[in-house]
């Protein structure tokens, strides 16, 4: 039995499963590292013995992670947003959440951008699909000031791009 073959065995294709292992990935993709990246990095610090992981893997490791933390990150949301409120006290946001306590949408603006809103009035906005971990439309809402400066009113996250989520958010 060859090395290469060995590796092909259920029994040392378990890393990706081990707590090492899983720790390791989900540090690579705090730091900000893409499950590609992670992938790269975890095959070059692997001992001989150990199968190569992939990309997959990682995905599948991040993904469980998230799901076991979701709550936290939501609580970090809005103590972030209670926090600059205390300094802001124009702060807005708006949390609509699920049958289950999930974030489906979440708005927020600032004071001086609500301020900015009042005196010019003229929005776009533009449902900016999916560029964040959370697979959730991110709406910037934008307009232009008297010098012809773009200027952020607010944002939004979005459950989807349904008639009935606009209407929610408007």
């Given at each position: 039995?060859t090395p290469?073959?060995?590796?092909?065995?259920?029994?040392h294709n378990?890393?990706?499963?081990?707590?090492?292992?899983?720790?390791l990935?989900?540090?690579?993709?705090?730091?900000?590292l893409?499950?590609?990246?992670?992938?790269?990095?975890?095959?070059?610090?692997k001992?001989?013995?150990?199968a190569y992981?992939?990309?997959?893997?990682?995905v599948?490791?991040l993904?469980?992670?998230?799901?076991q933390h979701?709550?936290?990150?939501?609580y970090?949301?809005?103590?972030?947003?209670?926090?600059?409120?205390?300094?802001?006290?124009?702060?807005?946001?708006v949390?609509?959440l699920s049958?289950?306590?999930?974030?489906?949408?979440i708005?927020?603006?600032?004071?001086?951008?609500?301020?900015?809103?009042?005196k010019?009035?003229?929005?776009?906005?533009?449902?900016t699909?999916?560029?964040?971990?959370?697979?959730?439309?991110?709406t910037?809402?934008?307009?232009?000031?008297?010098?012809?400066?773009?200027?952020l009113?607010?944002?939004?996250?979005?459950?989807?791009?349904?008639?009935e989520?606009?209407?929610?958010?408007?």
């Open positions: 039995m290469t073959k060995v590796m092909k065995h259920r029994s378990n890393f990706h499963r081990s707590i090492e292992g899983k720790s990935m989900v540090q690579f993709g705090q730091a900000g893409k499950p590609s990246q992670i992938k790269n990095v975890v095959n070059t610090m001992t001989s013995n150990v992981v992939t990309s997959k893997q990682c599948n490791v993904s469980e992670h998230r799901k979701r709550r936290k990150e939501l970090g949301l809005i103590k972030h947003f209670q926090d600059k409120t205390l300094v802001d006290s124009d702060q807005y946001f949390l609509d049958d289950d306590g999930y974030p489906r949408n708005f927020w603006a600032n004071g001086r951008s609500r301020d900015a809103y009042t010019i009035r003229d929005v776009v906005f533009d449902v699909y999916m560029t964040n971990k959370f697979k959730m439309p991110f910037p809402f934008t307009g232009v000031n008297h010098q012809t400066q773009s200027i009113f607010g944002g939004a996250l979005l459950e989807n791009e349904k008639e989520t606009f209407e929610l958010l408007f």
